[in-house]
């Protein structure tokens, strides 16, 4: 169990910008990318991510074998995506093969497999918390992402009334995790929804 829940960055932020109005349209898909300190994430977007990421605290239950969390978040002010977070936690390795032994291993993998679903439900309540979401339906599926095991859970919820979907996608990596949030209205589903389905959430790399 999480001791507490942690706020995402700027959560704030996304509260305001949420549902206001704009028209963001079909903007076609851009290249973006965010860097942690082992890799650099390569997607395609309707939006440029930062170029400067926010550090943040590290999560209470994970800190002793996590060396560094940052994020990238942008609220586009228009109808097709509402919010875009990208977390990044570099790990500490050398913590965690003193207590679990070799970062291939089983036990070392099966930590690795915990912390991402707990990073996760940590992520998908606190952001739950901080929008004031209502009738919050989650589901995940195991996903291959760049030849990488991946977590993709998707959260159907009411914001305001209104029916929204956000698609949190993490990544496994023994040394840098990545999650991906991306928000936008049910309504959209057939535009950016299956985009996100058929391009983007495909076309995720890592790069060194």
């Not at 589903?189 to 959430?201: A, C, R, Y």
């Amino acid at each position: 169990m999480m001791k507490k829940k942690m706020i995402p960055l700027l959560a704030v932020l996304f509260l305001s910008l949420l549902l206001s109005v704009g028209c963001f349209g079909d903007k076609p898909l851009q290249a973006t990318s965010a860097k942690g300190e082992v890799y650099t994430m390569e997607l395609e977007l309707p939006v440029s991510l930062g170029s400067q990421s926010k550090e943040i605290p590290l999560n209470p239950q994970f800190k002793e074998f996590l060396r560094k969390g940052q994020s990238y978040m942008e609220c586009p002010t228009g109808e097709d995506i509402h919010m875009v977070e990208v977390v990044v936690n570099t790990m500490n390795t050398e913590a965690i093969e003193k207590k679990y032994g070799a970062l291939a291993g089983e036990k070392a993998q099966k930590f690795y497999g915990d912390m991402g679903k707990a990073l996760t439900d940590s992520y998908v309540q606190s952001m739950s918390k901080a929008a004031k979401m209502t009738n919050v339906a989650t589901s995940s599926a195991e996903r291959t992402i760049d030849g990488r095991q991946a977590m993709v859970t998707t959260v159907n919820c009411k914001m305001r009334g209104e029916d929204e979907v956000m698609k949190v996608i993490y990544l496994y990596d023994n040394e840098e995790s990545w999650l991906v949030a991306i928000a936008y209205p049910k309504e959209k589903e057939d535009g950016i929804g299956k985009q996100l389905e058929e391009k983007i959430i495909p076309g995720i790399k890592l790069v060194r």
